[in-house]
């Protein structure tokens, strides 16, 4: 050590010393300073790499609160498909219309997804699903299986709970995909790092409320129409706004072309779309009809 | 040693580097593109792939032994055939087993014939540029899985064909044509056993070296169901 050398020049300790004492000169004056009582945990929140003495990792929770305030997003899989459904916020009036899809995304020919949170953050994991996929695909010259894909992200979202000091992502997933072990599948992952399979499940806002309702309405082995219904009628009672229009949602079916056996990813149109919205109403009106037939009696 | 280095820096690949720290790849090479002499031959059949390779391991002009295991059973329905110097033979089939075990263990799944040979074949290619140069092993791929049973010719540089039967080494200069002429598609197990038999009876006619033992493997849906050793001089 530099004191036991004689060295004057580091007779402090050098620059770890410094550094070390910052740190305590810092901490003793947060404890001095009188912090204002917050609803959730305040001393242990400022980092990610503590947990609080109940055993919960703040940042990681008010992450998923931040993709509280993004566009909602729903997944069905059906018996020969898989949904994906989004809910387009727009900002301002003033935003040009965006080129490519915000809340919508192509990974690999096998794999789309969908995006709630920081739009910021959701690049950078997208760029990261996109590498790996197409990597995997270079090295095995076949599409990735999907669970596999999803546990390389999650590791890396897991890794900015643990050590770093940095922020976790602040987006949710939800990745629809194929591959010939177990056919279509549908997961979501969060800021955890942690991923699920489910048959349908909705993130972003008013979550609970959507999974509640398609845990009511969802039935196995469903066909990819009645999937469709199932995500559009969700995706309504989740949003604001009164009316539903083409311009406010989108959908993403991943299927098999029967005759050349291949996958297609069909994003739809603002007509299919509003096809989709008439028979909601229609079907809406027509149960209004029967209620207040049998009301009448 | 730097000078050495620079000097050996705008060569071919084929030159011995003295002073190169993983010798053992080139040294022993002087130029000469994994030993050629293993015997490998391979077929597919209607349900199974077959292999068969040579037993010696020989040093200078001694045959250390007539029992050397050039096959390996890399997956429980993959079979992985090699020729070549025998350090880099091992150790590459070795490393390509422990890889395909732990790929099993992490994703609970076992991988297609076609995505392991494209994986071997990307290892192959990632050694040819690296420090200890190409892994001098020359070898054959077999495996059933849900598209049927499959075979790959795969050289020591990442070349990799599909091949409906193959040989690497010498032993292609006697076998190539014998299986043109007999080999035919859906071939029973004992037809298979055959041409393969058909062979090394060519072999032991022909080939200058001598090799009394032969190898038989072969693997179905099931797994490996044929394990044999067959006698090099029994002509037919």
Not at chain 1, 7 to 27: T, V
Not at chain 1, 275 to 289: H, I, M, N, S, V
Not at chain 2, 102 to 117: I, V
């Amino acid at each position: 050590w530099p004191e036991a050398r004689g060295r004057p020049s580091c007779s402090d300790g050098g620059a770890w010393g410094r550094r070390r004492r910052e740190r305590e000169a810092q901490e003793a004056q947060e404890a001095r300073r009188p912090r204002a009582r917050t609803t959730m945990g305040s001393r242990y929140d400022s980092r990610t790499t503590v947990f609080s003495p109940e055993g919960r990792l703040f940042q990681v929770e008010y992450a998923l609160l931040a993709i509280e305030q993004a566009g909602a997003c729903v997944g069905v899989l059906a018996k020969d498909g898989v949904v994906i459904a989004a809910e387009k916020k727009t900002t301002s009036k003033l935003l040009a219309p965006p080129k490519t899809s915000e809340k919508l995304y192509m990974i690999d020919d096998h794999v789309a997804c969908a995006v709630a949170g920081l739009t910021s953050d959701a690049n950078v994991l997208i760029s990261y699903l996109r590498r790996v996929a197409h990597n995997y695909k270079l090295q095995y010259q076949e599409p990735q299986p999907l669970e596999q894909l999803i546990q390389r992200v999650c590791d890396l979202k897991q890794g900015y709970t643990q050590f770093g000091g940095q922020r976790p992502f602040g987006v949710s997933f939800l990745y629809a995909g194929w591959d010939r072990h177990y056919g279509f599948q549908l997961y979501q992952s969060n800021p955890s790092g942690n991923y699920g399979g489910w048959k349908a499940t909705a993130i972003g806002p008013n979550n609970q409320a959507a999974s509640s309702l398609l845990k009511k309405e969802y039935k196995d082995e469903c066909s990819i129409e009645e999937a469709l219904k199932l995500s559009v009628k969700v995706l309504n009672k989740t949003m604001d706004s009164v009316t539903p229009t083409p311009d406010n949602m989108e959908f993403s079916v991943l299927r098999m072309n029967e005759e050349t056996k291949k996958l297609v990813q069909h994003k739809m149109s603002n007509e299919e779309v509003q096809a989709l919205l008439d028979e909601l109403k229609q079907e809406e009106e027509e149960e209004k009809a029967r209620e207040e037939a049998k009301a009448a009696k | 040693r730097e000078q050495q280095r620079r000097r050996n820096a705008g060569e071919a690949g084929c030159h011995t580097d003295g002073t190169d720290q993983a010798a053992g790849r080139r040294d022993s090479q002087q130029g000469a593109p994994a030993a050629t002499m293993d015997v490998v031959i391979g077929l597919t059949g209607k349900d199974y792939v077959m292999v068969v390779a040579d037993m010696t391991a020989a040093r200078s002009i001694f045959t250390l032994k007539h029992d050397e295991e050039k096959i390996m059973m890399i997956d429980d329905r993959k079979v992985l055939a090699c020729g070549g110097e025998q350090s880099s033979r091992v150790n590459f089939s070795e490393y390509i087993k422990r890889n395909f075990a732990l790929n099993e263990l992490r994703t609970g799944l076992e991988l297609s014939t076609h995505a392991s040979a494209h994986f071997i074949r990307n290892e192959l290619a990632k050694a040819i540029r690296s420090r200890g140069g190409a892994h001098q092993a020359n070898s054959l791929l077999g495996g059933v899985d849900e598209d049927g049973p499959s075979m790959y010719h795969l050289d020591y540089l990442g070349s990799l064909e599909k091949v409906n039967f193959g040989a690497q080494g010498y032993a292609s200069y006697f076998s190539l044509s014998l299986m043109d002429r007999h080999w035919k598609k859906n071939m029973t197990m004992e037809e298979g056993k055959e041409l393969l038999k058909l062979c090394i009876s060519q072999l032991d006619t022909r080939f200058i070296i001598n090799n009394p033992n032969f190898r038989l493997v072969a693997v179905t849906a099931e797994g490996k169901v044929l394990d044999e050793v067959l006698d090099g001089h029994a002509s037919t």
